[in-house]
């Protein structure tokens, strides 16, 4: 079982669309949950992160994390065709390096 | 300000060929790593360097070698490339010298080993 699970996707919406991507995983130690978003054959940014559990907001974005159930979500409101991108789920390890997900690719239909 | 810049971008090799992949940051950061990104993999850690000097292996260390030439750069080199090694490579940095959540990534190099 990978540390870090996330679904691949496609995921495709109209626009103005809520959308929810979302990660498990299963360490308990992973106190940074990062979301990194990456445009088709570019490298990743990162778009949000938090530290150990609650929401953190950001304009149309929102960033929560439950560790009770080692859930993370991103949410992303009134969605637009320049949120396509694959976003990935990221967490520190006890050795401070990242651990990504595989990656959710959306399409957001004008 | 070019961020991180990686060259090639793109490059094809027969098996048992050798290469570098070039990396170089102008943010006047710390630490700076490599990654590959393989479909349904995701992406993982080749090698990071935390400072300048010195240098750590990641997840997926085998096949590969590392040089922190100075504080700018950071070069990946494959000895004797397997078709195993194809893959996306994405160089990165981030301005503590520690591993940090932050890190900016370059454009990536897309690499064919036949």
């Known amino acids: 079982q990978k540390e870090v699970e996330q679904d691949p996707g496609p995921l495709s919406v109209p626009e103005g669309a809520i959308v929810s991507l979302n990660c498990t995983y299963s360490?308990?130690?992973?106190?940074?949950f990062m979301w990194y978003r990456q445009y088709s054959r570019k490298g990743p940014e990162l778009l949000m992160y938090?530290?150990?559990?609650g929401n953190k907001e950001d304009g149309r974005f929102t960033a929560q994390v439950d560790k009770s159930s080692k859930y993370i979500s991103l949410f992303i409101r009134d969605s637009q065709p320049s949120d396509s991108a694959t976003y990935l789920c990221?967490?520190?390890?006890?050795?401070?390096?990242?651990?990504f997900g595989t990656g959710t690719l959306l399409a957001v239909q004008p | 300000n070019a961020g991180v810049t990686q060259t090639p971008k793109f490059q094809v090799l027969k098996t048992g060929q050798s290469m570098t992949l070039q990396c170089a940051q102008d943010m006047n950061h710390n630490s700076m790593y490599w990654y590959r990104q393989d479909p349904g993999m995701g992406l993982r850690l080749i090698y990071y360097s935390a400072s300048e000097g010195t240098t750590d292996k990641g997840e997926v260390p085998n096949g590969y070698n590392v040089s922190r030439l100075n504080k700018r750069e950071f070069s990946l080199r494959l000895e004797s490339a397997a078709p195993s090694q194809t893959s996306v490579y994405f160089c990165a940095s981030s301005a503590g010298t520690g591993i940090s959540y932050e890190q900016y990534f370059g454009p990536g190099t897309r690499l064919t080993v036949t």
């Open positions: 938090t530290y150990s559990s």
């Open positions: 990221a967490m520190e390890d006890a050795t401070n390096k990242l651990i």
């Open positions: 360490n308990s130690a992973f106190q940074y």
